[in-house]
């Protein structure tokens, strides 16, 4: 929109702010859509993924953009850095776990009188339970973080959307 067509500021402001508005949820869905229409290898790239779509929100056009619209957008927008950065460090961190844990060693034998005879230490199987675990733990907690990041992004939608509905009395 622009003054040229006539049109009063508050109407450019209502307009531009609707488009932003719309491009930011268009955004949001799609992210929430890809791990869905692709093939997902590890919480990492899905990670890349939040990052990119936060720059993509963070390049929209914003002329006339309502100030509080302005303010979620970088809001959804750092939330998705957040989220960025809670998958990207899943993979550090499950190492880190890994390394640090423990060995863990099963005795196979026989038993006497005086001890264990004929036994050796069984340990590669519960050392990989023990990773397999890890790695499980790791990822749930990574995804239970952007979980509840993309709720409070959801809760943002709702409140800024009755604001900008109430504010403009046009839909968002």
Do not use: C
């Amino acid at each position: 929109p622009s003054a040229e067509d006539g049109d009063d500021p508050e109407q450019m402001a209502r307009l531009a702010s609707q488009a932003y508005f719309k491009s930011v949820t268009g955004l949001i869905e799609d992210l929430q859509d890809k791990p869905n229409s692709t093939q997902v290898k590890t919480s990492g790239q899905v990670g890349l993924w939040f990052g990119r779509y936060a720059k993509k929100i963070d390049n929209l056009p914003i002329l006339n953009v309502d100030d509080d619209l302005l303010e979620y957008g970088a809001f959804v927008a750092d939330s998705m850095r957040d989220a960025e950065m809670s998958l990207r460090n899943v993979g550090g961190q499950k190492r880190v776990r890994q390394l640090n844990a423990p060995a863990q060693y099963r005795s196979v034998g026989r038993y006497g009188a005086y001890g264990s005879y004929g036994g050796y230490w069984e340990s590669p199987r519960l050392e990989s339970q023990n990773r397999a675990r890890i790695a499980t733990e790791e990822r749930v907690k990574g995804a239970r973080s952007t979980r509840a990041i993309m709720q409070t992004v959801s809760r943002a939608t709702a409140d800024i959307r009755r604001a900008m509905t109430k504010k403009y009395n046009a839909e968002f």
